[in-house]
């Protein structure tokens, strides 16, 4: 098990979820529409394969998230504004998330 984030905010205007790890120590902020694609559920990703079946060009541009809930002490629960809230995103995957993110915007400045 991991630690959870040490915050986490839904940033509704600029369309992402800013979160905090590791006491604060860095944040990294994770465009709603690029998370939406990452959906861990079962409609979105092959359990087995890991192959993705959602189209990320499918996602609506201006997705938001509609509603987040804490899943016991392991994952957070995030509804989407477009009406999918299955997926379940544990501490690893956001953490395995964060860390892709922070090495892509470090190489590729957005
Ligand atoms: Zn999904």
Redesign the pocket.
């Known amino acids: 098990m991991i630690d959870p984030p040490s915050d986490i905010k839904a940033r509704q205007s600029e369309g992402f979820l800013q979160l905090a790890w590791d006491e604060g120590s860095w944040s990294v902020n994770l465009p709603y529409k690029w998370l939406r694609g990452e959906?861990?559920?079962a409609?979105?990703?092959d359990e087995w394969t890991g192959a993705r079946i959602?189209d990320p060009a499918s996602v609506p541009d201006d997705i938001k998230v509609a509603d987040m809930e804490l899943v016991g002490s392991y994952a957070l629960k995030i509804g989407w504004s477009d009406g999918?809230g299955?997926?379940l995103f544990t501490w690893e995957n956001l953490r395995k998330l964060s860390e892709e993110r922070r090495s892509s915007t470090a190489s590729s400045p957005e």
């Open positions: 959906c861990p559920c409609a979105c990703k959602l999918h299955s997926g």
